[in-house]
């Protein structure tokens, strides 16, 4: 069964830094999109993206964060300049058809941030 | 604003009893319904969900759910759980015509052999 899979499984940053979380949907799938989930806390929609535009984003997913498909597989999210309240258990998830009413997400294993 | 609640935040059974995990939403319009199931150390897994018809949803591993429009609940039933069933398990819901899943804060559930 196709899934979706996310690089690194754990990355640990010093504060100020840029960090790059890497996935790879699920391979007809056409939206994307990213959520985070603060030690002890809810899962948080990030951003979603379709046909390489952000579609939807919540208020956490500032100027600090960006997200692209940079090739035919990968999606990415880049926090430019990590705080220590990014740290987090980031979760990319895909799908085949967006806000339709059947579309289901599916989600990677997520990359969980440290930053120190 | 939408919200949904889980209101078992930690559940421990013994093996063959039966489960049914709490969940809450607010959302007053009609909305799509997730259950998730995260095994340690893996991802997040679709166990089952709600779109329309049936109000008793049928999922994998032996779940159910059951919507109950008047009581904005879709609760996760399982008759016997097993060891394996060990895990955390996540509502979300979804307003038709948003991207966004908002989750509840989840439900460890542990079950003894």
């Known amino acids: 069964e196709p899934e979706v899979t996310q690089t690194p499984s754990h990355q640990v940053t010093q504060m100020g830094q840029e960090v790059i979380l890497r996935c790879v949907p699920i391979?007809?799938?056409?939206?994307f999109y990213w959520y985070r989930q603060i030690l002890g806390q809810k899962v948080e929609f990030l951003v979603s993206?379709?046909?390489?535009?952000?579609?939807?984003k919540s208020e956490i997913f500032d100027d600090q964060f960006s997200v692209e498909r940079p090739d035919g597989s990968n999606f990415t999210l880049k926090i430019r300049s990590t705080k220590l309240e990014d740290s987090a258990m980031y979760f990319c998830a895909s799908s085949e058809g967006g806000v339709t009413n059947t579309d289901t997400q599916y989600f990677g294993p997520g990359t969980r941030l440290t930053v120190l | 604003a939408q919200s949904v609640s889980q209101h078992n935040h930690h559940v421990i059974l013994s093996e063959a009893a039966s489960l049914e995990l709490g969940c809450n939403y607010s959302?007053?319009?009609?909305?799509?319904l997730f259950w998730y199931v995260q095994y340690p150390g893996q991802h997040l897994q679709l166990l089952l969900k709600?779109?329309?018809?049936?109000?008793l949803v049928k999922g994998i591993k032996g779940f159910e759910a059951e919507f109950i429009k008047s009581k904005f609940s879709f609760n996760l039933r399982k008759p016997s759980v097993q060891w394996s069933d060990t895990a955390e398990y996540f509502c979300a819901v979804r307003a038709p015509g948003t991207y966004k899943y908002i989750f509840g804060t989840g439900t460890r559930l542990k079950v003894l052999a």
């Open positions: 959302y007053g319009g009609t909305v799509n």
């Open positions: 391979s007809n799938h056409l939206y």
């Open positions: 709600y779109f329309s018809g049936d109000p």
């Open positions: 993206f379709y046909n390489n535009e952000i579609s939807e």
